[in-house]
């Protein structure tokens, strides 16, 4: 059994990060959540569809959601990915869940990223549009994504000291990514506390 009991993915657009999760969950027997915490939480919070569309990535028509609204949103989000967690064998797929479960010491933070010019390569491909239009929709991606952590937890959503596992796929695919997460996932909490007298 895992000393951990729940794993965060962060992942850019075109790093096949929900690839990785859905391998990880089908290896692990575990579930992933994504989209239906963001909703819930939502409903929870009180907040309106728009209300939900402007504090999801990417600020629809210029709305911005009162504040308490949106605090009640992130409380409402904060209090599901922690459920989550303490319940186990979950995979939390992006939302900040690297921010807003630091704290536990049995949460795995798994990033996926990969270059620009490869994961605009994977969306053409994915999507059959033009690389120039996918490359426009991974940087708005991006930007978006980070405007988010920044925003509401006021971190670097590229700080990679948010993150115990970091992978680059651009040389790997999503296969054996995941088999990197699982491997970390049996090696994490336990042993040293990493105070080598090297560092």
Known sequence: ??????????????????E???????????????RELINQAAREAGAGEMALATIDDLNLLGLRPRA?????YLDAIARLMDEAASQGKVIILGRAGQVVLRERADTLHVRITAPLALRAERVAARQ???????????????????RYVQRFYHMDWDDSSLYDL??????MAAEPAAELVCLALRHYGLGSKGEDALD
């Open 1 to 18: 059994e895992h000393p951990m009991a729940a794993i965060t993915i962060s992942r850019q657009l075109g790093s096949l990060g929900s």
């Open 20 to 34: 990785v999760a859905q391998a990880v969950a089908a290896r692990l027997g575990w579930r992933v959540i994504w």
């Open 68 to 72: 308490e609204v949106r605090q009640a």
């Open 128 to 146: 059959g549009i033009s690389l120039q239009a996918a490359e426009a929709q991974v940087q708005a991606s991006d930007r978006a994504r980070r």
């Open 166 to 171: 970091i992978i680059n796929t651009r040389r």
